[in-house]
């Protein structure tokens, strides 16, 4: 949350000629999103460290408005604000909004419109309210992505630690098209052993996982010329924490869905 009136957001990342340009006018109680990816530099990962701003202050890599935490078209805004001398004097986390129910419909943030005060926004607030027991959830096992993981790192142990979503649970709520109606996944982190017997996808499964791994404390990333750089390492054991890795996956039915949106006609 904004702490201060007329926060103003940049274009472009610090040492660019955008970032000269003034997009937008925060206030006090606006709701930001910090960059949260671990997998590069600048926009990609949220952060610019005052020792590596060309003028010794720290930004950070924001999104505000639209129905989404990423959405462009719908008024949402993407850009950069500087941090206070200390640190973060014009921002405040926000608190969670934690419940005792734990169903992939609560667990899930939803895409698409804008959330409720009491509901899930970030990963960080599923990691602050369920991060303390094991869940049981249902849904629908979908694929995510079309050619998997693509980046310049090696992540460890690989399959918490790499940030691509390529796997999901949705909602077991399908029109008769085939399509989901309702938006988001709950991306899922899977070892290789429970893969060699993965359900396909369209399975209706129950799964029994969790959230903060203890391997995730472990989480590192490295180059393979072995430069240093992004990712940081504690962002990278935050994000680590943040994976629901499955633990036991049980098919109990069988849902028809839509092709994959990269195996559908595209209309120019």
């Not at 909004?97 to 990963?123: H, K, Q």
């Amino acid at each position: 949350m904004v702490t201060a009136d007329g926060l103003r957001v940049r274009e472009g990342m610090p040492g660019t000629p955008e970032h000269e340009d003034v997009i937008y006018t925060l206030n006090a109680g606006d709701l930001v999103l910090i960059g949260t990816n671990p997998s590069g530099s600048g926009s990609m990962f949220g952060y610019v460290s005052p020792e590596e701003s060309p003028d010794g202050r720290g930004w950070y890599s924001i999104h505000v408005g639209g129905n989404g935490p990423m959405s462009w078209i719908d008024g949402g805004v993407s850009g950069w604000i500087g941090e206070g001398d200390g640190g973060l004097e014009y921002l405040e986390v926000v608190p969670p909004a934690c419940s005792a129910d734990a169903d992939l419909e609560r667990v899930l943030y939803r895409l698409g419109r804008v959330p409720d005060a009491d509901e899930i926004r970030t990963a960080w607030d599923r990691l602050s309210c369920f991060g303390d027991r094991e869940l049981t959830l249902e849904g629908v096992w979908e694929h995510l992505c079309y050619e998997g993981s693509m980046t310049p790192f090696r992540f460890e142990p690989s399959h918490i630690a790499v940030p691509f979503d390529c796997l999901g649970l949705i909602v077991d709520d399908i029109d008769e098209d085939g399509y989901s109606r309702r938006a988001g996944a709950l991306p899922l982190r899977v070892t290789d052993e429970l893969m060699a017997n993965a359900p396909e996808r369209g399975d209706l499964v129950t799964l029994r996982g969790h959230f903060d791994d203890p391997l995730a404390t472990t989480c590192t990333a490295s180059a393979p010329d072995g430069s240093d750089g992004y990712p940081d390492p504690e962002f990278l054991v935050l994000y680590c924490r943040e994976q629901f890795v499955v633990e036991e996956i049980t098919v109990v039915g069988r849902r028809d869905l839509a092709p994959p949106w990269w195996e559908q006609p595209f209309d120019q």
